[in-house]
């Protein structure tokens, strides 16, 4: 029987072994730790951390191998957090409530499995602050410390750092950065917030906090108010569709930041489109928002200096109503556009003018959307007079800006639109039209789904023919093929109502006989 003790004091030592080992992760110092390492089924990877009272960590474990657990144990052996994360990826987070030594475990979902996998640790030492505080930090080996911030929801942080630090971050309590906003932070939720400072070791930084201020700015009045220093204040204005503002701001020199955005932008595009033209001098900034829908634009400022700053800001409706053969005596500012608002008809062709000796001005013409369909500088010094002629592409109202380069002239003058004779055609009739600088038009009225032949005939020019629809469309174009080939085509309409022909020379310039026929 004594050949059997031996076997015996083994299943002994096998059955008072732990079902599963251990193996420990060694960590090296710093603020973050990436380890790369091979888990071994049945085995525990353990990383021993001591964490000093409200450091916060951060782990994260992914592989490609198996599916990994992921646990926070206290001192006592208590598993604070466990994750088994989505997919191969698992993570902690927890900040310490007291000075102690923690561990990391690793292990496979149920036990099962092993294989390779990423290790990754982040932690930093944290400390309470408040919203209108200042305290200084000295840098250590980690090169960066965050100060805990409490905040209510929609609260602006607004931090400074001042010497040898800046800031780079603003998180949530899952250590997601919030998004920067003139260097200022907007809080989503109630709760805790780690404002990160990074700069060279051994260096010290001073931190200033406080809140931004908010206040609504109604169109049409002017506010004026004085920045504390390193402050942000962020003004209100609620816009409706259909509307053309303009926003202007005085600032003394580069003290401020002034920015102007839609505070939620739509799926459907930007609710607020920015003219091209635009002013801005040392100290004070001019431009014109269009409206397309409804919307809150946020206008902010953002100072600079240690030393409170004075500033103004107003939003104006731009924009005055004029009708068309009607001559309007206006004057232009300096430093500003005028803007003359005109309902016009899908089909009318229509010359704008602004007369005057006092400025070298210039037109741009848009629709009610912002976009720009037309722009014109006059001449030069010897003919200061601006003027273009459009057809209408639909029925609308359309803003006509008056101005100067650079906003540098003023004074003033008269603004016109006229609306010009253009030809009408009938079915079975012709017209000679003249063709030069610019197409030649001709109405014509045709009913829903109604086809006719258009006829283009001349010895004088390359010809093309081009149809605008009642909406604006102008798609549809047809050419001879050069001089001396003649456009003849089969029109089918779209919708009802009139039709303008447009007749171009893609080379040569003269006379052009037009014809419209019914099958």
Not at 35 to 53: Q, S
Not at 122 to 131: I, S, V
Not at 345 to 371: E, I, W, Y
Not at 407 to 419: D, E, H, K, N
Request: aromatic share 6%.
């Amino acid at each position: 029987m004594l050949h059997r003790r031996p076997l015996l004091s083994l299943l002994l030592l096998i059955a008072a072994a732990p079902a599963q080992g251990t193996a420990v992760i060694p960590v090296k110092a710093g603020r973050e730790f990436v380890l790369t390492k091979l888990l071994t089924p049945g085995i525990t990877d353990v990383c021993r951390v001591d964490l000093e009272a409200d450091e916060v960590v951060r782990c994260v474990v992914e592989s490609a191998s198996f599916d990994p657990v992921l646990e926070l144990v206290d001192p006592a052996g208590a598993v604070l957090v466990s994750d088994d994360g989505e997919g191969t990826r698992s993570e902690v987070r927890w900040r310490a409530a007291t000075k102690g030594a923690f561990e990391l475990h690793v292990k496979p979902f149920r036990g099962s499995g092993g294989g390779n996998y990423t290790f990754r640790m982040m932690r930093f030492r944290t400390a309470p602050l408040g919203t209108s505080s200042e305290a200084t930090h000295t840098f250590g080996v980690e090169r960066w410390w965050h100060w805990r911030v409490t905040l209510k929801r929609g609260e602006q942080l607004v931090p400074t750092a001042l010497g040898q630090g800046h800031v780079s971050a603003v998180l949530d309590d899952r250590l997601t950065e919030l998004p920067d906003q003139l260097r200022s932070y907007r809080a989503p939720a109630d709760g805790d917030y780690y404002l990160r400072i990074e700069g060279p070791e051994g260096c010290t930084c001073q931190t200033l906090t406080q809140l931004a201020r908010t206040a609504d700015l109604p169109v049409d009045t002017e506010r004026s108010e004085s920045l504390p220093p390193f402050g942000l204040d962020e003004l209100r204005v609620a816009l409706r569709a259909g509307q053309l503002v303009e926003a202007t701001t005085s600032i003394p020199g580069d003290a401020l930041i002034a920015t102007w955005h839609e505070e939620t932008p739509s799926a459907d595009g930007p609710s607020l489109i920015e003219a091209p033209i635009a002013f801005a001098k040392p100290g004070r900034t001019c431009r014109y928002h269009f409206v397309r829908r409804d919307c809150t634009a946020i206008l902010r400022f953002r100072s600079t200096r240690p030393t409170a700053v004075a500033y103004r800001a107003a939003v104006r409706a731009a924009g005055t109503p004029c009708e068309t053969g009607t001559a309007v005596a206006a004057e232009l500012h300096l430093g500003r556009a005028s803007v003359h608002e005109l309902q016009l008809t899908a089909g009318q062709l229509v010359r704008l003018a602004a007369t005057t000796d006092r400025f070298d001005g210039q037109l741009a013409l848009h629709d009610v959307d912002g976009n720009q369909l037309a722009r014109v500088d006059d001449g030069g010094p010897a003919d200061p007079n601006p003027s273009l002629v459009f057809l209408v592409p639909r029925t609308a109202t359309y803003r006509v800006f008056v101005a100067t380069e650079g906003g540098a002239g003023s004074g003033p003058y008269t603004f016109t639109a006229t609306v010009l004779d253009v030809p009408r055609l009938e079915a079975g009739g012709a017209t000679d039209v003249r063709v030069d600088e610019g197409p030649a038009h001709v109405h014509v009225d045709l009913g829903r789904d109604e086809v006719v032949w258009l006829s283009v005939q001349s010895r004088e020019i390359d010809a093309m023919l081009q149809v605008l629809d009642p909406t604006g469309d102008s798609g549809f174009v047809a050419d001879g093929g050069g001089v001396d080939g003649d456009v003849l085509v089969a029109f089918r309409a779209r919708q009802a109502g009139t039709h303008t022909l447009l007749v171009h020379a893609r080379s040569g310039h003269g006379t052009a006989h037009v014809r419209m026929l019914r099958p």
